[in-house]
């Protein structure tokens, strides 16, 4: 019996030199250095498959960031912060679950760069001042349920959630903590509902399988970053990733 009947894997050379990337990438931002490149995965890897097939790829490979992720910053995270952040961020997930045969992914993709791209430009023409109060709960609320419902749609839950969570100006360590404990349980909530949506099937699961070996590396290498970078260039790190993230979403909308 051929082994492609049995592993029936995606064969295409061209996925593969999107993909790889795309879990690199993604890899950093689970580290917290680069946190807004992660939502370009989706996108990038929807060169070459559909966009929910891109996510449902990407599946078990964010499943083993995130507890990479929790594992190297596991004493470092803000827990009255994450009480605040995890009932919004699941009330985005049954969002996502209910809308998300109805929603064009383009749609959810052009949205939320052109919300990243506002946050950006308010950030950088109108700098908070340093004794600025942190954004209001109403509006944190918001932003979370937003990025529980974009995570579920294209794992592009970042821009969101950071635009409430970075006015906070947390230290590099404990955002990036923060993070990696809220998106562990945003993630693992997915794979009932996309079990639900028919997108596990048995080719994107081998497919996910090749990539993740992948998924270490950009983890660790952005760990090994984050706890050595300072807090601005963490930030400016931060904001050029989410600009580029933005930019190509927008793109994805209209092309």
Same mark, same amino acid.
């Given at each position: 019996?051929?082994?492609l ?7 295409? *050379? ?30 990038m ?9 891109a %996510?449902? =790829? @990407?599946?078990?490979?964010? @499943?083993?960031?995130?507890?990479? /992720?929790?594992? %190297? ?5 803000? #827990?009255? #912060?994450?009480?605040?952040?995890? *009932?919004?961020?699941?009330?985005g997930?049954?969002?996502?679950t ?9 749609? $959810?993709? /052009? ?5 990243? @791209?506002?946050?950006? %430009?308010?950030?950088l023409?109108? *700098? ?7 954004p ?5 609320? =918001?932003? !979370?349920?937003?990025s529980g419902? !974009? ?5 592009? /839950? ?13 230290s590099? $360590?404990?955002f ?7 998106f ?14 028919g ?6 699961? %081998? ?11 950009? $983890?660790w ?6 706890r ?8 400016g790190?931060?904001?050029a /990733?989410m #600009? ?12």
């Amino acid at each position: 019996m051929p082994l492609l009947d049995v592993f029936p894997l995606i064969t295409d *050379p061209y996925f593969y030199l999107v993909a790889v990337p795309a879990v690199l990438l993604m890899g950093l931002s689970k580290s917290g250095f680069g946190a807004g490149f992660g939502s370009l995965a989706v996108p990038m890897m929807a060169l070459a498959v559909t966009v929910p097939q891109a %996510a449902a =790829i @990407l599946m078990p490979v964010l @499943l083993v960031m995130d507890i990479l /992720g929790m594992a %190297a910053f596991r004493k470092d995270f803000d #827990l009255k #912060l994450l009480r605040f952040l995890l *009932p919004w961020g699941l009330v985005g997930i049954v969002v996502g679950t209910l809308l998300f045969k109805l929603l064009n992914a383009h749609v $959810v993709a /052009g949205l939320v760069g052109a919300f990243t @791209l506002l946050f950006l %430009a308010q950030r950088l023409l109108f *700098p908070p001042k340093p004794n600025s109060p942190p954004p209001p709960k109403w509006l944190g609320a =918001i932003l !979370t349920t937003a990025s529980g419902f !974009t995570s579920f749609i294209a794992h592009a /839950g970042g821009p969101p959630i950071n635009a409430y969570v970075i006015p906070m100006r947390l230290s590099p $360590v404990r955002f990036t903590a923060t993070m990696a404990f809220f998106f562990f349980v945003i993630n693992l909530s997915k794979w009932i509902p996309y079990a639900w949506l028919g997108l596990l099937d048995w080719r994107n699961m %081998a497919t996910s399988l090749v990539l993740l070996p992948i998924a270490p590396i950009g $983890v660790w290498v952005g760990v090994w970053l984050a706890r050595r970078i300072s807090q601005r260039l963490f930030y400016g790190c931060l904001y050029a /990733g989410m #600009l580029l993230t933005g930019l190509k979403l927008l793109w994805d909308a209209f092309a």
